[in-house]
């Protein structure tokens, strides 16, 4: 028998067992505390278990099982920790599965042995911040058709495997043809789920937050959790969760990435998340057929011009997976056009333009004389005016030719491309990035070769600015407006930051 107390004189453990190792089946101790799992080797030379063999985190712990061994005789009964934690290999911090398998026998019988690894069960799970009594399933939504159409074999291989380590119970539907999911939204009673989470790509994110801003009941409805398992051709939901919770999501092919998004998701950690209240000046004919049809939500990205223009014709590469956007954006750079048009913006704070030549003014006569009404808008607007309005004086206008326009809420709008590395879920504000006319076609290409790390930032022909509120007037009739990667009615388009209104499924950052 292992001398298990001098060590423990000190210690906080929640629980304190002996337990085989399976792999090396030698004997060890194992302590519980609130945030790891630590388990101590047999040293022969003091007769303690006093050498740390295995630190197991709870940030790498997505779950444990107890069970019996296969042999029928077997009275140990066995605890397995289900976790994933970084191996640095070159430094990619990818993450890979680990099973530990931990048996207890110190009774005869198995039913006693069982009974005492429940306690640890329970114990972990309340470790994890789960109540497995009160623990209410996740919808789930899968697009068979999105992206290079992977999203169900990835469900089913990569996903699935980890979610049941996790513990993650839902209920699984299947998406039959665009905006299904919004209508679903409406006849779902969302009180019974934990939460909405998505296989697919943006555009199913996009339609999901617009489902739930459609309901009566919007002001509850806009809360429920939404998360992202990558299944699209833009995936930028899930990269921005990874990112923030500084997880891997550039070096993985999209089958790695569903594995380590389904390890986060698994987490069950829950952020606000600011959305944008975006406002048009227009219609068409599927805009028309919705329920409010000049008033949309955003959780992304808005982009005009050049990156609109790539987003919206690369839409017929999407059998490329996120290569669409590269291919797209080399064609469109070949073809380069300049953008007549207007952008105002209310500046969150201080800033500085690179380029002291752009005018900066204010007061601007505005291009529409007519306007929507702010009657069918559901969100209280804090900034916006109706499009005929002069906007305020804290606003400024820029007017120029301009090559790339992208307002964003979120870091990376796609995984070769983080547009704002200083942006968070809850920040309160978007950045407005722009290129007016006067770069080659060569600087250009420079520059989306830099869009993987940020950096494209700092060239001194992109400015950017931390905004409340922005309005985009385009002054001639050619272009699009891409909105979270849904193209949207053409004409002047405005929107505001609404802060931390909706949450996302996400993952802290957790200390050890
Ligand atoms: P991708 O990244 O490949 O574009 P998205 O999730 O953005 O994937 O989906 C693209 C579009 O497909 C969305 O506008 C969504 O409404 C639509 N959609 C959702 N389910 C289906 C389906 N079963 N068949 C066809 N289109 C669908
Ligand atoms: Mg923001």
Redesign the pocket.
């Known amino acids: 028998m292992l001398n298990t107390n001098s060590i423990d004189t000190f210690d906080e453990s929640i629980l304190t067992q002996n337990f085989i190792y399976y792999k090396t089946q030698t004997q060890v101790k194992v302590n519980l505390y609130s945030d790891c799992i630590r388990i101590f080797k047999y040293n022969h030379k003091s007769q303690q278990a006093d050498q740390l063999d295995k630190l197991v985190s709870f940030n790498d712990l997505v779950g444990c099982s107890i069970g019996k061994g296969v042999k029928a005789q077997d009275t140990k009964a066995y605890l397995t920790l289900y976790t994933y934690p970084k191996i640095n290999s070159n430094k990619s911090q990818k993450r890979k599965r680990v099973v530990i398998e931990l048996g207890l026998n110190d009774h005869k019988l198995f039913d006693d042995n069982y009974d005492v690894l429940k306690e640890w069960s329970n114990e972990i799970s309340k470790c994890l911040s789960r109540d497995p009594e009160n623990d209410k399933p996740f919808l789930v939504f899968v697009?068979?058709?999105?992206?290079s159409g992977k999203a169900t074999v990835l469900f089913q291989e990569r996903i699935l495997p980890v979610w049941s380590e996790a513990n993650v119970s839902f209920k699984f539907v299947?998406?039959?043809?665009?905006?299904?999911?919004r209508e679903k939204i409406q006849i779902t009673n969302l009180t019974q789920y934990k939460g909405i989470l998505i296989v697919?790509?943006?555009?199913?994110i996009f339609?999901v937050i617009n489902g739930l801003m459609d309901r009566d009941d919007w002001q509850s409805a806009i809360h429920t959790p939404v998360g992202q398992l990558p299944?699209?051709?833009?995936?930028a939901l899930a990269c921005c969760v990874s990112y923030l919770a500084k997880e891997q999501y550039a070096n993985l092919n999209l089958e790695s990435f569903a594995m380590h998004s389904a390890f986060l998701t698994g987490k069950h950690n829950i952020l606000p998340m600011d959305l944008m209240c975006i406002h048009l000046s227009t219609t068409n004919d599927t805009y028309s057929k919705l329920k409010n049809p000049y008033f949309l939500y955003s959780f992304l990205s808005i982009e005009w011009a050049l990156i609109a223009d790539v987003d919206s014709e690369s839409e017929k590469y999407?059998f490329l997976g996120g290569l669409r956007f590269a291919v797209g954006a080399v064609k469109r750079i070949l073809k380069l056009r300049i953008y007549p048009g207007r952008i105002s913006f209310l500046p969150s704070g201080e800033f500085k333009l690179k380029d002291s030549r752009i005018k900066l003014l204010q007061s601007v006569q505005p291009s529409s004389s007519t306007s929507p009404s702010f009657d069918t808008c559901k969100t209280k607007l804090k900034y916006l005016k109706p499009f005929n309005e002069v906007l305020p004086q804290d606003w400024f206008t820029i007017e120029e030719n301009f090559i790339f326009v992208l307002i964003v809420n979120l870091p990376l709008i796609a995984k070769d491309f983080n547009a704002s590395p200083n942006s968070k879920f809850d920040d309160g504000q978007l950045l407005l990035i722009f290129i007016r006319e006067g770069i080659s076609k060569l600087e250009l290409l420079k520059l989306f070769d830099d869009t993987e790390t940020g950096v494209y930032l700092n060239n001194p022909k992109v400015e950017y600015i931390p905004v409340k509120a922005f309005r985009i007037e385009p002054l001639t009739s050619q272009g699009c407006f891409m909105v979270d990667?849904?193209r949207v009615p053409y004409g002047p388009i405005q929107g505001e930051v609404l802060p931390s209104l909706a949450n996302v499924i996400a993952k802290r950052i957790e200390s050890i």
């Open positions: 697009n068979p058709n999105s992206g299947q998406t039959e043809y665009a905006n299904f999911a697919s790509g943006d555009g199913l339609e299944g699209g051709s833009g995936n999407r990667g849904e």
